[in-house]
């Protein structure tokens, strides 16, 4: 059996919406000639998703962009960029956010030297390389945080920062959209400070292996679930708008910004 997971935006109080979501996606797959289908999503756990997106039966998922330009480059095929509604997203790209906590008196980056960045994990764009990628002009001698904590999630991160254990942490426009909209106790005692450069948008990948007929077949279900009318209430409150085809190159920003980074001595969020 085919594997479907859509994890990147799987909070609890949407659950519902993303399964209605993917019950629409997968209708429409079977329009196209796929066999196989999944009904349901697989679910085994946030961390699960390193073993989805490996999986040579994997059919359609969605993944950080870091992950598909870095080690998962090879095991995962780009299909299409989705478009978001959020504040901060233009067409098929996002920034991320970053946070303080509210009564903190940084007024620009600058002003957080030395102090404690809280990062969900150091193969996110969102809430790593993006980050670094802002921070790195201001680096001395490689350095700028004076400490720097790994929680393996978003909302570790933004907990982190609203319990004052973080001084700082960046995620992604529409996870802070999503959480401001469902469960904005979450983002109490947090503001945003600025913003990150652009990058395209978390990509629907399947597996390296899967053909350019299939590979069509799935953009093709994407865009027809994007515009079906039937959707457009489980679309609304996902945030989302419809679906770029995008080249892979497009993702190869993310590298630059790492290149960057480095380029300017700062390889490491420190």
């Given amino acids: 059996m085919s594997i479907a997971s859509l994890p990147m935006y799987d909070l609890e109080p949407m659950r519902a919406a993303t399964d209605a979501w993917w019950a629409g996606i997968a209708t429409a797959l079977c329009r196209n000639g796929l066999s196989d289908v999944p009904e349901s999503l697989d679910r085994g756990g946030f961390g ?34 989705p478009c978001y509604t959020a504040p901060l997203c233009e067409g098929s790209s996002y920034r991320s956010v970053v946070l303080v906590h509210e009564d903190s008196r940084a007024e620009d980056i600058t002003d957080l030297r030395g102090k404690r960045v809280a990062v ?7 809430g790593f390389n993006a980050l670094r990628a802002l921070v790195a002009p201001h680096a001395r001698e490689g350095r700028f945080f004076g400490e720097v904590i790994e929680t393996g999630r978003h909302h570790a991160s933004i907990a982190a920062v609203a319990k004052g254990t973080a001084d700082v942490c960046a995620t992604d426009c529409v996870t802070h959209a999503l959480t401001a909209r469902y469960l904005p106790d979450w983002l109490a005692g947090t503001r945003i400070l600025t913003v990150t450069a652009e990058a395209p948008n978390l990509p629907y990948v399947t ?39 995008l080249p892979r190159s497009d993702y190869d920003r993310i590298d630059t910004m790492e290149q960057e980074a480095a380029d300017a001595g700062y390889p490491d969020l420190a």
């Fill in 48 to 81: 699960d998703r390193f073993a989805q997106w490996s999986a040579p039966d994997l059919l359609l998922s969605q993944t950080c962009g870091y992950p598909l330009t870095h080690a998962f480059a090879d095991k995962v095929r780009l299909v299409a960029a």
């Fill in 120 to 126: 969900n994990g150091f193969d996110s764009q969102s």
């Fill in 207 to 245: 597996h390296i292996h899967r053909s350019d007929e299939e590979v069509e077949a799935l953009r093709n279900g994407l865009l027809e679930a994007a515009g079906d009318p039937a959707l457009s209430d489980v679309r609304e409150q996902l945030m989302l708008s419809g679906f770029a085809v």
